[in-house]
């Protein structure tokens, strides 16, 4: 188990991290944008999902494995990218909200919007497809282990645990605060039209930034 100073400094850094714009907080930013809060921290919910898994992959020893390897990394990264691009080719392609800047478009967003548990899932997908995140995990999670604090593995998971927690408090407020300017901004077709258009670039712009990633 790490010392309280260690899980202290190490969350600090999690929370610095949490808010450096990256892929998963601008996909929690746009989605509770468009669809609003809740939808948002399902997002959040679906994308901490995914960190368990590269937690237990790492403690585990399978992510050195997986860095390891050229090929899969080359699959994994291609498959997040194709995601990613048919999330940017579904917002492109949303049609225009038609009727009054209040109550008509936001009941049109709403009766096309997607559950809630199907946006967990696409935080699963969005988190699991993208192979930096394990290699950024297998790198930056022992560099807080002392072997002489016990078993590695259960130290790298309380570490993860604890990663959670601060993407968790992080991606959270994000989805909060965006999800009630969104809220704003869908009052106004023309607003949420330029929204979408939006979510589109900066999709398309994350999956050929993913496809070209190095390891």
Aim: proline share 5%.
């Amino acid at each position: 188990m790490p010392s309280t100073d260690t899980l202290l400094a190490f969350f600090g850094v999690s929370i610095l991290l949490g808010l450096t714009p990256g892929p998963d907080n601008l996909f929690v930013l746009l989605q509770s944008a468009q669809r609003g809060w809740r939808a948002g921290m399902a997002v959040v919910v679906g994308l901490c999902m995914g960190l368990v898994v590269h937690t237990a992959a790492v403690a585990l020893g399978l992510a050195a494995v997986f860095a390891a390897s050229a090929v899969a990394f080359t699959v994994l990264k291609l498959l997040g990218a194709a995601y990613l691009a048919w999330l940017a080719w579904q917002a492109l392609r949303a049609p225009a909200p038609s009727g009054d800047a209040g109550g008509t478009a936001a009941a049109s967003a709403g009766a096309v919007a997607p559950s809630l548990w199907r946006m967990v899932g696409r935080g699963v997908v969005m988190n699991l497809s993208n192979p930096k995140v394990l290699v950024f995990f297998l790198a930056f999670l022992p560099q807080f282990a002392d072997p002489a604090r016990g078993p590695m593995g259960g130290q790298l998971m309380v570490l993860g645990l604890v990663f959670i927690v601060a993407a968790l408090l992080v991606f959270g407020a994000i989805a909060c605060f965006s999800g009630v300017f969104g809220a704003l901004l869908l009052r106004s077709p023309r607003a949420q039209q330029w929204l979408n258009r939006i979510a589109g670039v900066v999709f398309l712009g994350l999956a050929v930034r993913l496809a070209t990633s190095q390891r």
